[in-house]
T-cell receptor, first 116, second 116 residues
């Protein structure tokens, strides 16, 4: 079983809907990430949270709104999405030790989003 | 410019044989980390192996080994005794020390197909 849990696994939404993706980890990691992965492409970083504070936003459109309520949870709020936003959204977590050791990112299984 | 290059979009290997997946990288950092992840069709990114730039020995994890040639800036993954369950996408990734947190930059991936 993965140690990073993402819900829902699949989501279909219209362009006017508001929905949220959720991510949870209980490994004591203090860095959490959202990646977007289009079909047959590598994951692309969207956001990084460090100690529950947003540290990196990779110029993501405002229709994606991240939230980190506590050290174990990470949400991605979706509003007024476009069909081209359809993708696999991956959450990951890691220890927060900049530049030292492996500091492996542990990924969840992803939420597959389809925007109609 | 691409930082991580995987030149093999797809590869076949016979079950029980060894296979090498190529990865070259570009960085001016002296301290960096190289990672390999496996992504089955289910979507989850599974960590396989890590190599630090200062590690003198090539990393090994079970059937996985990393052929690290620092001067050539290559970090090829070797899978020994391939199994049918090894069929998946494989991504090479790099973390550079100037990054806040532990952001990974991914290569384009190689799809490995193991033939029975």
């Amino acid at each position: 079983d993965t140690e990073v849990t993402q819900t829902p696994k699949h989501l279909v939404m219209g362009m006017t809907n508001k929905k949220s993706l959720k991510c949870e980890q209980h490994m004591g990691h203090r860095a959490m990430y959202w990646y977007k992965q289009k079909a047959k492409k590598p994951p692309e970083l969207m956001f990084v949270y460090s100690y529950e504070k947003l540290s990196i936003n990779e110029s993501v459109p405002s229709r994606f709104s991240p939230e980190c309520p506590n050290s174990s949870l990470l949400n991605l709020h979706l509003h007024a999405l476009q069909p081209e936003d359809s993708a696999l959204y991956l959450c990951a977590s890691s220890q927060e030790k900049v530049g030292s050791g492996a500091n492996v990112l542990t990924f969840g299984a992803g939420s597959r989003l389809t925007v109609l | 410019a691409q930082k991580i290059t995987q030149t093999q979009p797809g590869m076949f290997v016979q079950e029980k044989e060894a296979v090498t997946l190529d990865c070259t990288y570009d960085t001016s950092d002296q301290s960096y980390g190289l990672f390999w992840y496996k992504q089955p069709s289910s979507g989850e990114m599974i960590f396989l192996i890590y190599q630090g730039s200062y590690d003198e020995q090539n990393a090994t994890e079970g059937r996985y080994s990393l052929n690290f040639q620092k001067a050539r800036k290559s970090a090829n993954l070797v899978i020994s005794a391939s199994q049918l369950g090894d069929s998946a996408m494989y991504f090479c990734a790099m973390r550079e020390t100037y990054n806040a947190g532990n952001m990974l930059t991914f290569g384009g991936g190689t799809r490995l197909m193991v033939k029975p």
